[in-house]
């Protein structure tokens, strides 16, 4: 059924649980028509049974990305007011330890799906003259930590290609924002762990101690890191981002990223690596 004319829509990349399923589900809440995506067939059975519009979305694969889109639009009439670019995954391990096949299939997801995505929407809302295009990135896309690097290396060049397609943008009344969380209680950990355990061979690693405890970590998803928030810290922010008539360029969710903004403006690089080392 095609949106009415009064109703916005959106699409939502990594609904199956955390900051997407949220996000879906209350932006339909108030008032939105929210095309919902999930990668796994099992994840799209479980979304369609909340009554969200949903459909399957790989990022990593073209042929998904393009019938994603036209089921979409299909739906839509052709329409879409709203993106919001959350599927991500992070591939943890020391980039001594990361293959070329761990690094790609890590931006595959990450920047070039989502890439590939956002250029299949911006000319449905280049022809509707607005639109409004938000991207979940990371305070990991801007700071570095230890064993992070395939993830901050997308974050880092998600946070480029952004700030090159809003100046790209500019008078199409299309807006393109960027939300920065520091750390949110998702299931982001297990996700993680199973990348770590696909390309990590820890026992033949020189790191095998710091992925010990690393393993712990990830597979433990009741611990949470100092300052840790909850996923309508995000969601809240999304709003501002999709609903206020002057959307702010970045949206800086949890204290970490806030106290590491300032950080990285005021201090030297090396005495901004000596904390980070110890984080």
């Avoid at 969601?235 to 206020?244: G, Q």
């Avoid at 702010?248 to 901004?272: D, E, M, N, Q, S």
């Amino acid at each position: 059924m095609p949106s009415s004319r009064n109703e916005k829509s959106i699409l939502v990349t990594g609904c199956s649980s955390g900051i997407g399923r949220l996000a879906a589900l209350t932006l339909r809440e108030r008032g939105w028509r929210v095309f919902a995506t999930v990668r796994r067939e099992r994840d799209l059975i479980a979304l369609r049974e909340t009554g969200l519009e949903a459909c399957r979305l790989d990022l990593a694969d073209s042929a998904s990305i393009r019938e994603a889109m036209d089921w979409v639009l299909e739906q839509s009439g052709g329409r879409l007011d709203a993106l919001f670019n959350n599927g991500a995954f992070g591939q943890p391990g020391a980039l001594e330890d990361l293959s070329r096949e761990a690094l790609r299939e890590q931006f595959e997801v990450n920047l070039f799906g989502t890439h590939e995505l956002t250029r299949r929407i911006i000319p449905v809302m280049r022809a509707a003259g607005s639109g409004r295009i938000v991207q979940n990135s990371s305070v990991l896309g801007f700071v570095a930590l230890r064993y992070r690097g395939a993830y901050i290396a997308s974050k880092f060049a998600l946070e480029g290609l952004t700030d090159t397609l809003r100046l790209e943008l500019a008078g199409s009344g299309i807006r393109v924002i960027l939300i920065e969380p520091g750390p949110i209680a998702t299931r982001f950990r297990a996700n993680g762990l199973a990348a770590f355990q696909r390309h990590i061979d820890a026992q033949g690693s020189i790191h095998r101690e710091a992925y010990r405890k690393e393993v712990a970590r990830l597979g433990n998803e009741t611990a949470d890191t100092p300052f840790t928030l909850p996923p309508e810290a995000v969601v809240h922010r999304l709003i501002h981002a999709l609903e206020s008539p002057r959307p702010r360029l970045r949206y800086r969710v949890t204290a970490p990223t806030r106290i590491f903004a300032i950080l990285k403006r005021i201090l030297p690089a090396v005495w901004l690596d000596a904390i980070l080392v110890r984080v």
